[in-house]
């Protein structure tokens, strides 16, 4: 079997719903990702600035000079609340999403934060001097292969990995921007994405930064492969995170997509989350067709009954989202010689073959 192939392209189908063209969160329209990687090796502080393996990660919800002024219905939801999401306060409190979102180490939030301000500020010369706005950045703790003594990333990454944003056609997945670091069931984790269209046409588009779990938790559509597979070696433990951004071009309102984001978390369940008391699983949800105008009256969403199939899209997006983010990351070497093993594809093309989980 050829093991650099997608999970879907050996023929393993997650949920009942088709994909998007892409099969990620770039398939809503108006969606792109960028990323800036931050790799080096260098003497411990304070002679050098020690190995990073660390970066950031930024979702671009369509043009960023008009989400101040024309914000997006938003909603957020915790599953375990060991983690931070900025500007989640307001998004629960107005439902709108006014800056793109950010992915990064848990103890780099405030330096992108600072550059997340000075990428709104350029987009809109009014912030700062009319108006203020409050960035939405997610993080991970990467601190098991990366040096987070130091904060390893610039203010200027934020600004930075937008613009990789705007030049991107497609999500990069695996150990990439702020999935440099991450850990995922005891392997290699990091960023992952996919899509779903629903029955009545809209297209659900997650992304995760998957950083939790253990190595026995772990399942693939259903098959509990972790208890199946050799042991990867060492392992930090239970506690890390998840941020998932789903996004929608259904014109949902924000209470909706605050049950929409809800759903994200059975999403991780079938993964084998549990939501470790030391993890942080915090979810954002946003739309692209429902853009407020401030001081106007906000979206309304749609009829109740339209809203079964965009939480199966939600559920089964990010359960492949996380299996993506697997399946792409490759073995990393960190801090202190520790070594992260990505998980053995031909191994879990076996045990699936073996389950009646691959059709094609």
């Known amino acids: 079997m050829d093991s650099e192939r997608s999970l879907r392209e050996h023929g393993l189908r997650i949920g009942e719903l088709d994909p998007g063209p892409s099969g990620s969160i770039a398939d809503v329209d108006g969606v792109a990702v960028g ?147 991450m850990i ?48 990867p070696g060492r392992s930090r433990g239970p506690a890390g995170s998840c941020i998932a951004v789903v996004a929608t071009d259904a014109p949902l309102g924000s209470a909706q997509l605050t049950r929409i984001a809800r759903r994200a978390g059975l999403g991780l369940g079938r993964t084998g989350s549990v939501a470790h008391h030391g993890s942080g699983e915090i979810f954002v949800a946003f739309s692209t067709t429902a853009r407020a105008v401030r001081g106007e009256a906000r979206p309304q969403g749609v009829a109740e009954d339209g809203l079964d199939s965009l939480f199966q899209a939600t559920v089964e997006a990010t359960e492949e989202a996380v299996m993506n983010a697997l399946w792409r990351a490759e073995t990393t070497t960190g801090r202190m010689g520790r070594v992260v093993e990505r998980l053995p594809h031909e191994p879990v093309l076996d045990l699936l073959e073996r389950h009646g989980r691959l059709t094609g």
Request: glycine residues 14%; negative net charge; contains cysteine.
């Open 35 to 181: 990323h800036v990687t931050v790799v080096r090796d260098e003497p411990d502080p304070p002679e050098g600035r020690g190995v990073a393996r660390s970066g950031v990660t930024a979702v671009v919800p369509g043009p960023v000079e008009r989400l101040w002024g024309e914000p997006l219905s938003a909603g957020t939801a915790v599953l375990n609340g060991a983690g931070e999401l900025t500007s989640s306060v307001e998004i629960m409190e107005w439902g709108l999403l006014s800056t793109p979102v950010y992915l990064t180490a848990t103890m780099s939030v405030g330096r992108v934060f600072d550059g997340a301000v000075a990428a709104a500020v350029a987009s809109d010369p009014a912030l700062g001097v009319d108006h203020v706005v409050i960035p939405t950045v997610g993080e991970c703790d990467d601190s098991w292969l990366n040096d987070a003594r130091v904060v390893q990333v610039e203010a200027e990454d934020a600004g930075r990995a937008v613009a990789d944003a705007a030049g991107s056609t497609e999500v990069v997945e695996g150990a990439v921007g702020a999935g440099t670091g």
């Open 184 to 231: 995922c069931c005891d392997w290699k984790g990091g960023i992952g994405s996919s899509s779903r269209i629903t029955e009545e046409g809209h297209v659900v588009g997650v992304l995760v930064l998957a950083n939790y779990g253990v190595k026995s938790d772990l399942r693939v559509d259903g098959v509990p492969v972790g208890r199946l597979l050799e042991d």
